[in-house]
C-alpha cells in the first residue's frame, strides 16, 4: 500500500484496477525515474519512450479494444496518469494529449475509416499525435480563433497556426480545429508531410523541458474530405476534449505531489540539524501534516471523479474543480517540499525542483487556475464572469 494513502483508498479500487496501478508504477521507476532528469537538463525529449507507452497500453486506455486501445475505465486510467506523473509532467503530458486529445476525438467525432486508418497507431505508439486548437492571440478564449478552413475541389484548404502544442515537433498527426466559411468551428486531420504544414519547436523553457513544444504553421495545407471528423461540429467537441484531457490531469498531479512529499520525509528523518533530524521540529511535521492532508483530500475528490466519469455522470463544471484543485494542491506541496530540503531542493539529484516548474505550466495549460475558478463562478451564479 502506497505510504501516502493515508484514508486506505487502495481499498476501494478494483482487483484490475491494482494492477494498472502495480505495473504502471514499476514502468515509472524502472523506465522514467532514472532517465528524466538528464533529459530535462538538456532539454531534450525521451522518444524512446513511446514505443513503450504502447506496449504497457498507456495509450488510448479508455479506447475500445477493437481499436487497438484498452478498454479500460476511467480509475484505471486516473492511476495510470498518476503513476507516470511520479515520474515526471511532461511524460503524463505526452500520454493526456495522446489519449484524450488525439484518439478520444477520432474515436468520438471520427468516421470508421478514420478509426481504423489512426488509432491502432496511436495506441502502439507508433504514431504521435498532437491537438490543435490553442493559437497566438487565442488561448483562454478558443471562441475567437483565427485559423480557417474554405471548401475546395475534394477537400479543404488550411490556413493559420497553433501555439504551445505539447508533441507538435514530433507528431505524425494533429487533430485540428479551425472555421469554416460559415464560420462553424470543424474537426480535422493534418498529417507531416502535407505540403505547407510546418511544426516548428518552441525552446528555452524552464518547465517542461522533457516535453516537446511546437507550433502548428498552416500555409495553404490541403485537407482532403476523408480528413475532416464528420462529427466534430461547434466549440462544444474540442471541450469535451479538454474535459477528457483535464480529468487526467486531476489524476497526474497526485503522483507528482506524492513523489515530492515521499522524498522530503525521507530527506527530514535523515538531516540532521542541532543534534536531530529535521523531522523531529515543529514546522517541519507541520508541513507534512498538512501536505499529507491535501494529497488525501485530492486523492478523494479524484476518485470519487473518477466513479462519476465511469458512469457517465461527470459534468464539466466538476471536472473543472478537481484540475483546479489538486494542480494548485500538487504545487503548493512541492513548493514546501522544497523548502524542507533547503538548498538540496535545488539540485537535480532530487525531483522536487523539476516537478515544481513542470505544475508552473500544468496549471496554466488545459484552462488557467483563474479560468477554470471563474468556470466555477458562472456554475453557482449563472452569470459567466469571462463574456
Not at 511520479?86 to 494529449?97: A, K, L, Q
Not at 466549440?235 to 487526467?248: E, I, V
Not at 466513479?307 to 494548485?328: C, P
Request: charged residues 20%; proline residues 4%; negative net charge.
Amino acid at each position: 500500500m502506497p505510504t501516502t494513502d493515508f484514508f486506505n483508498i487502495y481499498d476501494l479500487l478494483t482487483t484490475e484496477q491494482k494492477l494498472v496501478m502495480s505495473t504502471i508504477r514499476e514502468f515509472s521507476d524502472r523506465e522514467i525515474k532514472p532517465i528524466i532528469e538528464d533529459y530535462a537538463q538538456k532539454a531534450e525529449f525521451p522518444v524512446h519512450l513511446m514505443k513503450k507507452f504502447g506496449e504497457i497500453g498507456v495509450f488510448g486506455a479508455t479506447i475500445p479494444v477493437e481499436y487497438g486501445g484498452g478498454g479500460l475505465d476511467y480509475i484505471s486510467y486516473g492511476l495510470m496518469c498518476q503513476e507516470i506523473e511520479r515520474g515526471d509532467s511532461g511524460m503524463r503530458s505526452t500520454i493526456s494529449v495522446q489519449s484524450s486529445l488525439v484518439m478520444w476525438p477520432i474515436f468520438a467525432f471520427g468516421s470508421e475509416e478514420q478509426k481504423r486508418k489512426f488509432l491502432p497507431g496511436l495506441a502502439s505508439g507508433d504514431m504521435l499525435g498532437c491537438f490543435g486548437l490553442t493559437e497566438p492571440d487565442h488561448g483562454s478564449n478558443p471562441a475567437g480563433m483565427q485559423t480557417r478552413i474554405s471548401k475546395t475541389a475534394n477537400g479543404y484548404v488550411l490556413n493559420g497556426s497553433k501555439m504551445w502544442i505539447s508533441n507538435a515537433p514530433f507528431a505524425d498527426i494533429a487533430v485540428v480545429w479551425a472555421r469554416d466559411e460559415e464560420g462553424k468551428m470543424r474537426g480535422l486531420i493534418a498529417e507531416r508531410g502535407m505540403e505547407g504544414f510546418s511544426t516548428p519547436e518552441i525552446h528555452n523553457k524552464w518547465s517542461l523541458r522533457a516535453s516537446a513544444t511546437g507550433e502548428l504553421v498552416f500555409n495553404d495545407v490541403f485537407i482532403p474530405e476523408e480528413n475532416i471528423l464528420p462529427y466534430a461540429l461547434g466549440l462544444k467537441a474540442p471541450l469535451q476534449c479538454l474535459d477528457k484531457a483535464r480529468y487526467g490531469i486531476s489524476w497526474g498531479v497526485i503522483g507528482a505531489a506524492m513523489d515530492c512529499y515521499e522524498t522530503a520525509v525521507q530527506y527530514a528523518a535523515e538531516r540532521v540539524q542541532f543534534d536531530k533530524p529535521i523531522a523531529a521540529f515543529q514546522l517541519t511535521q507541520k508541513k507534512l501534516a498538512e501536505m499529507l492532508t491535501e494529497i488525501t483530500k485530492a486523492q478523494l475528490l479524484a476518485w470519487r471523479l473518477g466513479t462519476l466519469m465511469n458512469d457517465g455522470q461527470a459534468t464539466t463544471t466538476q471536472i473543472s474543480m478537481a484540475k483546479r484543485n489538486n494542480v494548485a494542491m500538487a504545487l503548493n506541496v512541492a513548493r514546501e517540499c522544497r523548502q524542507i530540503l533547503g538548498g538540496m531542493g535545488i539540485l537535480g539529484e532530487y525531483p522536487i525542483m523539476r516537478h515544481m516548474m513542470n505544475l508552473e505550466s500544468v496549471i496554466t495549460y488545459e484552462g488557467t487556475h483563474d479560468i477554470h475558478l471563474l468556470i466555477l463562478g458562472a456554475e453557482i451564479t449563472g452569470i459567466p464572469a469571462f463574456k
